[in-house]
Every structure is written in C-alpha cells, then in structure tokens.
C-alpha cells in the first residue's frame, strides 16, 4: 500500500504534465499567429496546470493577465523611445509596480520578464503577437488538461481519515491491554506510559497530513464537472470528514492528557493511587477498549455516504452506550479514598480519570443529521480564515506537549502531588473540601 501511494501520484503527476505539454506545443503549431517554435505554449501550460481545476483556472487568468500587461508596457514604451540601459531598468520598475497593483502574486516576475523580452526586440509587433499568442495557447493547453486531469481526491481523504482513526483506537487497545496485564498492587512502568504519551505526540503529524489532504479534497472539488452526477454528495461528505478530522484530534488531545494522569498516578507510592486498584485498572481498560471500537466505528461513518450510514450510526451509538455503563462502574470506583497508612486522599487524580474518560467519550456522540449535512451557504471566507480552529488546536497541542515534557522530567515523589493539589484547590470551593470517607 505504502509503494502505491508514493509512486502512482508521481507517475500520474509526470504523465499529466508531459501530456499537457506536448498537446500544448502541437496545438501552437497550427495557430497561424504563433511563432515558428512556440516553446512558450508547453511553458505556460506547465506553468497553468495545477492539482485542482480551480487552481488551474486561477492560475490561468494570472498567467494571461501578467503576460498582456507586460507586453502592453513594453510596446507603449519602445513606440515612443529607443533601447538603453537606464530605459531598460525603468521598465522593470514600472512592470514590477504594475504586477503589484493588479496583485498578481507568484506571477508578479512574468510581468517584466514579458516587457524586457519585447522591448529588446524594438518592441516588434510580430513578437509581441507571438508571445501573446503562445501564452493563450499555453493557457488553453492547460487549462483543458486541468478539466481532464482533476479527478476528485476524496478516495485518499477518506482513507486518510480511516487510518487515523485506526491509529487513535489501536493506541488506546494498547493502553488497555498494559493496564489490565497487572497484578493487584502494581501501578503501570512510568517508562510504558511515556510511551504512550509519544505514540499520542505522533499522532499530530497524522493529523497535519489528513488536513492537508482533505484541503485538497476541497479544492478538487470546487468548478469539478466531476461533481455534477451526484449534486449534493460531494459538499456532504467533505463536511462529514472535516468534522470527523476535528473529532478525531480533539480525542487524540484528550487522550494525551488522560495519559498524563495515568502517569502521574502511577508515579503515587501509596495504595490510594487509582491505578494500583487491580479492579480499578480492569475498569478504566474496558472504557477503553470500548471507546476504541467506537473510533473504528466512528472512522467508518464519517467516510460513509449519508443515504448508507445508518447501521454504522447504530453500532456508534451502541459502543458509546456500553461505554457509558462502564463509565459509571468506574465512577464508582473511583471515589475519593485514603490510604490505609493515612495522608492524602489523592482525590484530584480520580477525578481527572473520570473527567478524561467522559470528555473523550462525549466527544464521539454526534449527531448523524448533523455530520452529513451540507454547509446551508457557500464558503465565502478565505482558506486561512477557515483553517484557524484546526492551527489553534496544533498550537494548544503543542502547548500541552512541552507542558507534558516539563512535568516528565520532574522527580517522583510527593513534590508534583503537592503542586497539583495546590492547582486544584485554588478553583474548590469550601464545602467541596469536606472529605467523603
């Protein structure tokens, strides 16, 4: 899988190009007021072709654009004087100015570049022409390879989005799986749950490369005549997996912090640490092994069309469910006790468990309507503008690494206990405190 992936787009990536190309420097051949080798056409249309056709038809206006308006000054200035050096350099000033007025962007350079190549012809209508000619030529080339070379990218989204959401359950089968293999009394090696920690932290970059996948999903998408046999679907399903990518990084935050707590429980040398409870720890494994048959489920629906996700909607709905129970054996277990040679109750720590399990939890019960339905009006918003929340959840991950790396290199003892006790009960109110047993 991992060979087809990298080699087939880069085979199609060659082929496409060299097609549109090729085409491009025949067709210039036979236009009459091209120029005798019209090597320009094949540029522009390498140049004009993008992954996307809105892309394509962007960068084709852009190319047009700067193109005319560099030949335009080129053949204004050399029909009123003659070829210098100090003429020559005024040119590419005012080309460079005229690009930056008509915000033409990556195609800024194409302005003076056209200009200097007809003015030092003695701005020749037959190559001012010529080149006009070939860039049109070009960008029509490009322009149809764009139209029969833009399929639509929402196979590798949705199997992108699949395979982070099976990474997301098989770190938490894993985590299970080391919490349910102890004995009573023995708390998880801190050196395993760091691990687990790290294996969350590698998610992050799974993350990057779904949303960078799924971005290009959208813009294959948009002018796509591809999307016309099926009006409605396409929008439904980019918005299932956008939000399904959104789901999925929010449980992969979560869990880190979940993971946190464990660590820091498991660094406790006394018995009123949670994690030493063989019960305790039997629990808190069948949470999450629930919870990472309901990310597999849940992985499946967001790929799934809306007209066929009612069965994955039910088993969704029944993993969540079967959670939810034994989310409240854990709670009860997980009461605030004292260990049986006196001190701290530990209580902060079970309640971090219990809060992380439920927050990863609730985070998974969506909405089916919700999910698959599409955005009520078109998307006005630039793309940076809508990509913010995702950026902001990186950075607040981020935060929480090197927050999680700091607290890691801390010695265990009753040092960081007494620290997040203070934490706590800064944000406690006084009746909270009474003790419960």
């Known amino acids: ?23 491009a420097y025949l067709l210039a051949l036979v236009v009459p007021a091209g120029t005798d080798r019209p090597v320009l056409a094949p540029l522009t249309a390498l140049l004009v072709l993008q992954a996307s056709l809105f892309q394509t038809i962007r960068s084709g206006i852009k190319k047009v654009i700067s193109v005319l308006a560099g030949v335009l000054a080129a053949v204004t200035l050399s029909a009123f004087v003659g070829f210098s050096w100090w003429l020559l350099a005024l040119l590419i000033a005012g080309a460079l100015l005229l690009g930056l007025l008509l ?11 056209s200009a200097m190549l007809i003015f030092a012809s003695a701005g020749e209508h037959a190559a001012a022409s010529g080149r006009v000619v070939d860039t049109l030529v070009g960008t029509a080339a490009g322009l149809a390879g764009g139209l029969i070379f833009a399929p639509l990218r929402t196979q590798p989204a949705r199997e992108a989005v699949s395979e982070l959401a099976g990474r997301l359950a098989g770190l938490l089968d894993g985590m299970a799986a080391d919490l349910a293999g102890l004995p009573d009394g023995d708390a998880p090696d801190p050196d395993r749950v760091v691990q687990w920690l790290d294996q969350g932290r590698a998610l992050r970059s799974e993350i990057e490369r779904v949303d960078d996948l799924l971005r290009q999903a959208e813009d294959a998408a948009r002018l796509n005549p591809r999307t016309l046999h099926a009006p409605g679907t396409q929008p439904a399903t980019e918005v299932a997996l956008r939000g399904g990518l959104e ?5 992969a935050v ?23 409870d063989e019960q305790t720890r039997a629990r808190l494994a069948g949470v999450l092994t629930q919870l990472g048959e309901a990310i597999r489920a849940y992985g499946r629906l967001v790929q799934t069309p809306p007209a066929e996700a009612e069965p994955l909607a039910s088993e969704l709905a029944a993993r969540l469910e079967d959670a939810h129970r034994q989310q409240d054996e854990l709670a009860a277990i997980l009461e605030p006790r004292t260990a049986p040679e006196g001190g701290s109750t530990e209580w902060p720590l079970r309640g971090e468990i219990l809060s992380h399990v439920d927050r990863l939890r609730t985070g998974l019960d969506v909405d089916l ?9 078109p998307r006005v918003r630039p793309r940076r503008r809508a990509r913010r929340p995702a950026r902001e959840n990186r ?7 090197r927050r999680e790396n700091r607290a890691a290199r801390q010695p265990a003892g009753p040092g960081p206990r007494r620290r997040l006790h203070r934490q706590v009960l800064k944000v406690m109110r006084p009746r909270d405190m009474t003790p419960t047993r």
């Open 369 to 377: 309507g919700e999910l698959a339905m599409p955005p009520a009006r």
């Open 395 to 401: 950075r607040e991950g981020r935060r929480e690494n």
């Open 1 to 23: 899988m991992l060979v087809r992936k990298r080699t087939q787009p880069t085979a199609v990536y060659i082929a496409r190009l060299t097609a549109t190309a090729t085409f």
């Open 247 to 251: 789901t999925l990084e929010h449980a």
């Open 254 to 276: 979560t869990l880190r912090v979940l993971a946190r707590s464990v660590l820091d429980s498991s660094r406790i040398p006394s018995a009123a640490s949670p994690v030493r």
């Open 103 to 113: 915000r033409l962007g990556d195609d800024l350079l194409e302005v003076p570049i």
